[in-house]
């Protein structure tokens, strides 16, 4: 029942990472688009912005590929490199006084230090073999 749990979830989450990805995809498309119908008429922030969706676009294909085929990282077979995680899970926090922004970011935490606690583990074993 595990294996069939993980396989969902993993599919799911390829297909969200495909929808993110779709997006700095459109937008790479329609700039290419923009750019070969007037060459002369594009700032360099246009350019900036092009290799940044370009990037973003290939990191969330990475992660999506990685998802949908369950084949993580060569080093440690992960979908994120450790640092990844502690630098995402870092990043959650609690911003406001209401009561539901509180708990949000309360359950945020733990899922962070659960994060953290696999970027450990990954390191640790790394360092065994």
Same mark, same amino acid.
């Given at each position: ?16 990472? $495909?929808?993110? *990805? ?18 002369? !008429? ?12 370009? *990037?973003?676009?290939?990191?969330? /294909?990475?992660? *999506?590929?990685? &998802? ?20 995402? /899970? /870092? ?15 309360? /359950?945020?935490?733990?899922? $962070?230090? &659960? ?9 640790? !074993?790394?360092?065994? *073999?």
């Amino acid at each position: 029942m595990e294996q069939i749990y993980t396989v969902i979830i993993r599919i799911f989450s390829g297909c969200i990472l $495909s929808f993110f *990805a779709f997006v700095p995809g459109y937008l790479i498309f329609h700039m290419v688009i923009g750019i070969y119908k007037e060459p002369t !008429n594009v700032e360099w922030q246009i350019y900036l912005f092009f290799i940044f969706c370009i *990037a973003l676009f290939y990191f969330l /294909s990475l992660l *999506a590929y990685r &998802a949908f085929t369950g084949k993580g990282r060569k080093k440690d077979g992960g979908l994120l490199p450790p640092w990844a995680i502690i630098l995402f /899970s /870092s990043t959650f926090g609690i911003y406001k006084e209401e009561l539901r922004p509180i708990v949000g970011g309360i /359950s945020y935490l733990f899922i $962070s230090l &659960a994060g953290m606690r696999v970027a450990k583990e990954r390191i640790t !074993n790394k360092k065994k *073999a």
